[in-house]
């Protein structure tokens, strides 16, 4: 049988600035699905990466008196880095300074070219350099960026320009007859309605500057960094073997990003006359401690800072369990909160259900039953939030099966009554946690597989466990005190 094939990627980080948690926590979603997908046995391929040219790269580069090359080269080794600590496996960590990228994106300009899509123009805008991008007045009320608040430049440069005009009606049929395109569904509407207004051609080529793809139709103009960017999803696909995952099953994004994956993006590729991607998922913000991430807090939401102090599994839970990704809303990382349901959820109740049931079969054995408990958890309605990226509401269904493990530990009171088929019937529901758990938590659920032996499969939750010795295991969650803060 052909394995059913899931592609998700994420978006690709600019690199002026270092990783931070809110960067991390897409990526930690992205990997969880991917874990999930690959749980089920499918062929998966997870892309992430680093989005590395434009001007506002060349600039963070001459004040750190080093070429674009050299600067990109190591701050894309820092993402590398921090995903690594986080247990996040991407399949490939794609960099837009790749060749294999370059070559692609030279190529699908032509195609579009060849659809009669790209003309030459002038532009004349109002541009932000920390964004890199031009503003509307509308957008930026004032001539003033909206994101970091400073005057816009007035740029005027030769350009071509991508004839995004032309495909208004396409892409409010593909809205329509694809509503699962753009989710969650408010989102969509707030696109609906732009797009309703009318598009205006792109820019794609910039003079003013020459850290960017080479603009294959004319020397001395660069590719606009969006469009370059958003190409990667694609040129990752073209490697030899890698082929059969395009189009994408998800791109997971920033609802700041929204307006260029959701209307810039699927009139590229229809251009280009290449397959849209399923779905794009637009989520919404974390701020930290109650403050909006900027780079001026530094060091403390680092993510292998955050991994240092709690751990990978319990920086991952806590993402995953505190923010409402699947509605789209924002949400606070508060480390007070991470310690509490670290505390509550991981060391107390999970921790404790398995430190517990292994203790007690070491000393009285295991004895084959038909496993009862098991049917009070709701596997298919946990499948079904994590396939509707409703993963926080996933664990928590997933938690409200180990309050249960925990209440019949207490009410069988097995320690009294050495009764061997309860605690196989809780060996083998531990078993079903722990699988369940895998995307969200890897590390602690591979420890829990170790000392049951048992393979860490979707489908090995209805086979029994085996009856044998169980290894003795370390502690899964030490508690953490509020003062480590
Ligand atoms: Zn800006």
Redesign the pocket.
């Known amino acids: 049988m052909v394995k059913k094939k899931y592609y998700i990627t994420t978006a690709i980080d600019y690199v002026n600035a270092e990783p931070h948690i809110g960067h991390a926590y897409q990526k930690i979603i992205a990997d969880a699905l991917a874990r999930w997908h690959k749980l089920k046995g499918e062929e998966v391929f997870f892309l992430t990466g680093t989005d590395e040219h434009g001007k506002k790269v060349q600039k963070a580069a001459e004040k750190a008196g080093k070429t674009p090359k050299e600067f990109v080269d190591e701050v894309s080794v820092k993402f590398k880095e921090a995903w690594k600590s986080l247990d996040i496996q991407p399949n490939r960590f794609i960099r837009t300074s790749d060749a294999d990228h370059q070559k692609i994106v030279k190529e699908f300009i032509k195609k579009c070219d060849k659809n009669g899509d790209i003309y030459k123009g002038k532009y004349e805008g109002w541009y ?6 031009y ?1 509307t007045e509308r957008d ?1 009320p004032g001539f003033v ?6 005057p ?1 430049e007035k740029l005027e440069e030769e350009s071509y320009f991508f004839k995004l005009s032309k495909y208004q009606d396409f892409l409010l049929k593909l809205y329509k007859e694809h509503p699962e395109f753009v989710l969650p569904n408010s989102r969509r509407n707030e696109v609906i309605n732009r797009v309703k207004e009318g598009l205006n051609d792109f820019s794609i080529t910039r003079t003013s500057f020459d850290w960017g793809i080479p603009f294959p139709l004319e020397k001395g103009h660069v590719i606009y960094v969006w469009f370059d960017a958003l190409i990667n999803y694609y040129s990752a696909t073209r490697k030899k073997g890698n082929e059969k995952f395009w189009p994408a099953n998800v791109h997971l994004l920033g609802k700041d990003n929204t307006w260029f994956h959701t209307v810039y993006w699927p009139a590229m590729l229809k251009s280009a006359g290449i397959e849209l991607p399923k779905t794009t998922f637009n989520h919404g913000f974390i701020s930290f401690n109650g403050q909006k991430i900027s780079k001026s807090l530094g060091n403390a939401i680092s993510p292998k800072t955050l991994v240092e102090k709690y751990g990978a599994d319990s920086v991952r839970y806590f993402c995953i369990r505190n923010f409402p990704f699947g509605s789209g809303d924002d949400g606070d990382f508060d480390e007070k909160v991470l310690i509490e349901r670290h505390n509550n959820e991981l060391a107390n109740k999970l921790g404790n259900l398995v430190s517990r049931v292994r203790g007690l079969v070491e000393k009285n054995g295991l004895e084959k039953c038909e496993n009862k408990l098991l049917k009070k958890l709701k596997v298919d309605k946990i499948s079904k939030l994590i396939d509707n990226f409703e993963l926080d509401k996933a664990l928590n269904e997933i938690f409200a099966f180990i309050d249960i493990c925990n209440e019949y530990v207490q009410s069988k009171k097995p320690w009294e009554t050495k009764d061997k088929k309860v605690l196989y019937e809780l060996v083998d529901s531990i078993k079903a946690i722990a699988i369940l758990l895998f995307p969200f938590i890897p590390e602690t659920s591979g420890k829990i597989a170790k000392q049951f032996d048992f393979e860490l499969l979707l489908k090995n939750i209805d086979k029994p466990i085996k009856v044998k010795d169980i290894k003795k295991g370390e502690i899964l969650f030490r508690k953490i005190e509020l003062k480590d803060i």
Do not use: D, Q, R
């Not at 932000?128 to 991008?133: F, I, L, Q």
């Open positions: 932000c350099v920390g964004c890199e991008a503003y930026a960026c909206p994101i970091h608040k400073k816009l």
